[in-house]
């Protein structure tokens, strides 16, 4: 079963390029959490979001609950922003079994 | 600086031997949990505790037990390791959240730098 699915898996992407990173889920959820990890690295949460939108920096998320989706976005990338991109779901109500997908590979070049 | 800190960074045991990987984390937080991270499998659940000397299984409990005997440190046990337990082992810990709750507290998870455990 895959509760939350990413899009796309893998992307190559230029340097200044726009980049969106998509999540779907199908459980009903309280919250839902982007976090990135570099190669090698530990893992950073980015952004915790349960309606609307967010923006940090250069990074902006937003999720739509009635259509279960969210997507993060990157303003003119960076070679910097290559990591995984992670999206987890809580499940309505749980603060303890986040359900993450499997992770978006993005590569931006030079 | 808010930190999560785990005992080992990679360690190499041998199949049956008993393996402790420690966690501790500086903030206070209420939530702690032990992640494993596979190729292809993503970030799966072992053990939550939202308290001390309380824990919830998560999707893959088996093989592994936990102890949360103060609030700033979570233990994760290997009784008797196995190959098939060789991954990348993540902490985390957040503060006790409610949706819609004030700015103060987002819910950010916070990880560890993670522990490659290789089992021979």
């Known amino acids: 079963k895959n509760e939350v699915e990413q899009s796309p898996q893998n992307l190559t992407a230029q340097e200044g390029e726009f980049i969106t990173i998509n999540c779907s889920y199908s459980?009903?959820?309280?919250?839902l959490h982007w976090l990135q990890q570099h190669p090698g690295g530990g893992i950073v949460s980015l952004f915790m979001?349960?309606?609307g939108k967010k923006k940090h920096g250069r990074l902006i998320a937003t999720i739509n609950i009635q259509e279960k989706h969210s997507s993060l976005h990157i303003t003119a990338s960076h070679p910097r922003d290559s990591a995984v991109y992670i999206c987890?779901?809580?499940?309505?109500?749980?603060?303890?079994?986040?359900?993450f997908g499997k992770g978006t590979k993005l590569s931006v070049k030079p | 600086d808010v930190k999560v800190t785990q005992s080992s960074r990679y360690l190499v045991k041998r199949t049956g031997e008993k393996v402790f990987l420690e966690c501790v984390q500086d903030?206070?937080?209420?939530?702690m949990f032990w992640y494993r991270q596979d190729p292809g499998l993503g970030l799966r659940l072992i053990y939550f505790?939202?308290?001390?000397?309380?824990?919830e299984k998560g999707d893959i409990p088996e093989g592994y037990s936990v102890s949360r005997e103060k609030k700033e440190r979570f233990s994760l046990i290997l009784e008797s390791a196995s190959t098939n337990q060789t991954s990348m082992y993540l902490c985390?810990?957040?503060?006790?959240?409610?949706?819609?709750?004030?700015?103060?507290?987002?819910?950010?998870?916070?990880f560890g730098e993670g522990s490659r455990l290789t089992v021979l």
């Open positions: 985390a810990s957040s503060l006790w959240w409610v949706p819609g709750q004030g700015p103060t507290n987002t819910g950010e998870l916070f």
């Open positions: 505790s939202y308290d001390v000397k309380m824990k």
């Open positions: 987890a779901v809580y499940p309505g109500g749980s603060q303890g079994n986040l359900i």
């Open positions: 459980v009903g959820i309280s919250a």
């Open positions: 903030m206070d937080h209420e939530n």
């Open positions: 979001l349960s309606s």
